[in-house]
C-alpha cells in the first residue's frame, strides 16, 4: 500500500477544523452502545456507596426513575446487580433462586413500566453466598458442577421474572451450554445469553465488591481459581471460543482499557458482538483523580469508552452511562 511522503502528504490537513475531523472520524460513541450497571437495594439497606463517587445503590422506586432517565437519553439497557442483606446470604446461596428475591422483583418493576430498554441479569452467586464467592465451596474448593446447578435454577427464575438478557459472570467451565439447554426446555428459546467469557481475576473489581457488600472473602482470599489469570491471552480466547460452542449470544471482556489487546484480538478472531466493561475500579479511578482536580473527569470518561470501543467492542458497560449519554 501507497502511504504517501511528506510534503506531498500533510496527515494535518484532516485535523484544521471540527467539521473535517468528524467527517473522518474512524469511531462513534453514541448512547445506544451503552450498558448501564446499576446496584439494587431494599428500602431499608444504605443507598451510599463510598468507593464510586457519584454512584448510589437505587430502591426499586428509584430504580424505575432511573430506568425511564435512561430510556430517555437512548441508553441501551441497564444491568442489574444486587445489594442482598447480610441475613440473606447463606453457604448454598438458596436467596439467589428465590423467585421473589431483589433482582426478580426489581426486573419485574422495570418490565412493567414498557420502557424500549433492555434488562440484563447477573447469573452468578457472589452477591448470595456468606463467603462473598461465586460458588459452592465444597472440602475448601469452589464446585464447577455444584455451582452450575444452582444457576441453571437462577437463570430460570431471573427469564420467568422477565429479564431479556442473561449474563453468567462467574467463569465456571460449561455453565454457558448448561443454562442454554435448561432455558430451552423451560421453552426461554428467546433469552440472549451475554456470557463474560473473558472475565480476568482482577484487582480493579474492589469497589464493586464493597457495593454489593462482599467486603471481604472468606476461606479462599481471591477468585483466582476460576477467573482467568491476567497474564493470558490465549486462554481468554479458548475461553470465548468454548461459550460460543456452548451457546453465547455476546460476550463480554473485563475489565476494559487495561485489557483493550484482548478486546481487539477477539475482534479480529470472532465474529460474535463483544462488549467491554469499564469496571468499578476504572471507574473510581477517574473519579478520584477528577475529585483532585488533576484530570478533566468527564473528557477522560468519554475517552476511555472511545477507547474501548473502538479496540473493538460494540457495546460498553459503565456506571458513567447516564452521564456520558447527557453529554453525548
Ligand atoms: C461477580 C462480579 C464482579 C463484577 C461483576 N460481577 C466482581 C467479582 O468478580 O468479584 C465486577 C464489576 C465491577 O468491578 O464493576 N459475579
Known amino acids: 500500500m501507497f502511504y ?14 471540527n467539521w473535517v ?6 469511531t462513534i460513541l453514541t448512547p445506544k452502545d451503552l450498558i448501564w450497571p ?8 444504605p443507598a451510599e456507596i463510598n468507593s464510586m463517587p457519584g454512584v448510589r445503590r437505587l430502591n426499586i422506586l428509584e430504580l424505575q426513575e432511573a430506568a425511564q432517565y435512561a430510556a430517555d437519553l437512548g441508553i441501551a439497557s441497564l444491568a442489574l446487580f444486587p445489594y442482598t442483606p447480610t441475613s440473606l446470604r447463606s453457604c448454598d446461596a438458596s436467596e439467589a433462586v428465590n423467585p421473589d428475591n431483589l433482582i426478580c422483583r426489581a426486573v419485574q418493576a422495570v418490565k412493567n413500566l414498557n420502557l424500549d430498554i433492555g434488562v440484563i441479569t447477573d447469573v452468578a452467586l457472589d452477591p448470595y453466598t456468606d463467603h462473598g464467592h461465586d460458588g459452592i465451596i465444597i472440602d475448601g474448593k469452589v464446585h464447577n458442577e455444584a455451582t452450575i446447578e444452582i444457576l441453571k435454577d437462577q437463570a430460570d427464575i431471573q427469564a420467568q421474572a422477565g429479564a431479556d438478557v442473561l449474563a453468567p459472570s462467574d467463569m465456571m467451565d460449561g455453565r454457558i451450554g448448561a443454562i442454554r439447554s435448561h432455558l430451552d426446555t423451560q421453552g426461554f428459546h428467546d433469552k ?20 454489593v457488600g462482599v467486603d471481604s472473602l472468606v476461606g479462599l482470599s481471591d477468585k483466582k481459581t476460576y477467573q482467568l489469570n491476567l497474564t493470558n491471552s490465549d486462554e481468554a480466547m479458548r475461553e470465548i471460543a468454548q461459550d460460543i460452542e456452548e451457546g453465547a449470544d455476546m460476550i463480554i471482556i473485563k475489565p476494559g482499557l487495561p485489557y483493550a489487546d484482548i478486546i481487539q484480538r477477539a475482534r479480529q478472531k470472532f465474529n460474535i458482538p463483544i462488549a467491554a466493561y469499564q469496571v468499578s475500579g476504572e471507574y473510581a479511578m477517574i473519579k478520584a483523580a477528577a475529585a483532585n482536580g488533576w484530570i478533566d473527569g468527564t473528557k477522560a470518561m468519554l ?6 470501543k473502538r479496540a473493538g ?13 447527557e453529554l453525548l
Do not use: H, W
Not at 460494540?314 to 449519554?325: M, R
Open 4 to 17: 504517501g511522503k511528506y510534503p506531498t502528504s500533510r496527515l494535518r490537513r484532516l485535523r484544521q477544523n
Open 303 to 308: 475517552e476511555s469508552l472511545i477507547c474501548l
Open 313 to 325: 467492542s460494540c457495546a460498553i458497560l459503565t456506571y458513567a452511562a447516564p452521564e456520558i449519554a
Open 38 to 45: 446499576i446496584f439494587v437495594r431494599d428500602d431499608f439497606s
Open 192 to 211: 440472549i445469553l451475554l456470557s463474560y467469557a473473558v472475565k480476568f481475576a482482577s484487582s480493579f473489581y474492589g469497589p464493586f465488591r464493597n457495593a
Open 21 to 26: 475531523r468528524e467527517l473522518v472520524s474512524e
